[in-house]
């Protein structure tokens, strides 16, 4: 939104993973200039968008659904590339709606690179799926407002919803109104632009959920810079570690939670489905049958996560089954084992966090794949563990 605002934008508190520097690439893959570095305060001077042929969106599946429409609207070719999984993500969901907007999609074979060619051009309804999530919604709603004209969307089976509620939420804040006449029709009302914002980034309550749950799990933790109000769906794991009986604390700006016993929840993921590794790794060391749904969910993100999750912690003694779209995890004792990370950051985060509670030492593969969205981890984790006998903050 920076990127297409007339101004200079300044973005505080901005993370330094791989995913935060491949939305960055991209911008500047399109003459954006952007002052700072991961990590720090970034000064964005936007609104001059322009085609310089390749624009990069690493291993970022939501880098590639955002700045595909955006791409649309600049002027001639753009070719969008990847690399890792985001090479075997499927890209009917955004084509087909490029496609109605008048937008020539070019894939290879089925996959990327893609070559998108504008102009986008709203005319009635535009009618989107979003079985496979938000993140397209989330590109045709920012890019839209570019060309400058009236449009509507209408969506079916959308899920993530509280996504789009944040997605609406930031576009207020940059100076464009989304109407949302219902969770599954959408209005833009024509002759709008971004204005310049001054953005102070939350905490990300996906990787505050790792936390928290290590706190239920093994000791005492607190984790700050939370914004307690935030719409951001993952702030539900405060009520599930209520549910499973770990004792939560909120506090100005932070949560803090503590060991206790725990039993098995029920838990409905599907608007959530960041929470799923960490939520599984909570339910291996409940007592019961704890049941997460949204399974369908998983399929695909970074690896067949579902599938991912019951193979690796059935390597640890913890059975985990899928049917229809259930997953039952039946706590256990977790005991040593040698693990694959799937080249899936979220995998090996919700790996380390149930291993916390093994007698023994638990070994993942692939440990570096963290450094798409959190490459702190290890360093935190380690900061965790040097302090056992007391609270700890992250």
């Not at 794991?237 to 039993?263: C, W």
Request: hydrophobic residues 45%; neutral net charge; contains cysteine.
């Amino acid at each position: 939104m920076a990127a297409m605002a007339h101004g200079i934008s300044t973005l505080r508190h901005v993370g330094r993973s791989d995913d935060v520097r491949a939305a960055m690439e991209a911008a500047l893959a399109l003459g954006v200039r952007i002052d700072g570095v991961p990590g720090s305060e970034l000064r964005v001077h936007g609104g001059q968008l322009r085609a310089m042929g390749t624009l990069p969106c690493g291993e970022s599946g939501l880098a590639l659904r955002m700045f595909a429409p955006i791409a649309a609207t600049v002027g001639g070719p753009v070719q969008l590339t990847g690399r890792g999984s985001l090479l075997r993500r499927p890209l009917a969901p955004i084509t087909d709606a490029l496609g109605q907007l008048g937008v020539e999609c070019h894939p290879t074979g089925d996959g990327l690179p893609l070559t998108v060619r504008g102009p986008m051009r709203p005319c009635g309804t535009v009618r989107l799926d979003g079985s496979h999530g938000s993140q397209v919604l989330t590109g045709l709603l920012m890019g839209l407002v570019r060309t400058g004209l009236s449009a509507r969307l209408c969506v079916d089976n959308l899920k993530s919803k509280p996504y789009i509620d944040l997605t609406i939420a930031m576009m207020r804040q940059f100076g464009v109104r989304v109407d949302a006449l219902t969770h599954d029709e959408f209005y833009i009302a024509p002759f709008q632009r971004y204005l310049p914002s001054h953005v102070d980034v939350e905490g990300d309550w996906s990787a505050a959920a790792l936390w928290l749950v290590a706190g239920a799990l093994a000791g005492d933790v607190v984790v700050n810079n939370l914004k307690n109000s935030s719409l951001q769906p993952d702030a539900d794991i405060v009520q599930v570690l209520r549910d499973a009986g770990a004792r939560v604390v909120l506090m100005d700006g932070g949560v803090r939670v503590q060991r206790d016993g725990l039993k098995a929840f029920v838990y409905d993921a599907t608007h959530s489905p960041d929470l799923f590794p960490p939520l599984v790794a909570l339910a291996a060391n409940c007592v019961g049958i704890s049941e997460i749904r949204g399974a369908s969910r998983l399929r695909h993100k970074e690896s067949d996560r579902a599938e991912a999750l019951v193979v690796e912690l059935g390597k640890m003694g913890i059975r985990i089954d899928i049917h229809n779209d259930t997953m039952f995890v039946h706590g256990a004792k977790p005991r040593s084992a040698a693990l694959s990370s799937h080249g899936d950051h979220r995998m090996v985060m919700a790996c380390a966090v149930a291993a916390l509670m093994s007698d023994s030492e638990v070994q993942i593969d692939g440990a570096e794949a963290v450094d798409k969205s959190y490459p702190g981890f290890w360093d935190e984790l380690h900061r965790l563990q040097a302090n056992p006998h007391g609270c700890c903050g992250v």
